[in-house]
């Protein structure tokens, strides 16, 4: 964010958070960790992202096992029926490519589940690049 946040001519945190391209910042800035951590843990930098004609985007795409786990990132910090709205598409479009539901990636408190999917704080999300840690499981009720 360091180079982003100096073209932008932001200062400190709190004109970022004012700022109109904070969620392109944060999302930036999320991939790259994901990368970086990926990197260090002699991970492939298998990350990807997906956007189709139809407007349904996909933040971030992580290969496991030749399938895919789908992240959306979002740089608010209120949980929001919103955020698994492309992620629910892509899962229904995509479903012999996808191996896990995935979830979202936010700045707010990590929680176990909202409407099937969970969210987790950006700060703890190595383990996941990684793939130390179990992925995301969505509820099918």
């Not at 391209?21 to 800035?29: A, I, P, T, W």
């Not at 492939?44 to 496991?64: G, K, P």
């Not at 996941?128 to 509820?139: N, Q, R």
Request: with cysteine; aromatic share 12%.
């Amino acid at each position: 964010m360091g180079l982003a946040s100096y073209l932008l001519n932001i200062e400190n945190p709190g004109q970022m958070n004012r700022d109109p391209l904070m969620g392109n910042v944060f999302e930036n800035m999320v991939v790259m960790e994901a990368l970086k951590a990926r990197y260090h843990a002699g991970k492939a930098d298998t990350l990807f992202f997906f956007r189709n004609s139809n407007s349904v985007e996909v933040d971030l795409l992580i290969s496991r096992h030749r399938t895919l786990v789908p992240y959306e990132i979002q740089s608010g910090k209120t949980v929001n029926d919103r955020h698994t709205g492309n992620l629910r598409k892509f899962i229904t479009r995509y479903a012999d490519f996808v191996s896990s539901p995935g979830g979202v990636i936010y700045s707010g408190d990590s929680i176990s589940s909202f409407k099937g999917f969970l969210y987790r704080n950006f700060h703890e999300c190595s383990a996941l690049f990684e793939d130390k840690e179990p992925v995301y499981t969505v509820s099918t009720e």
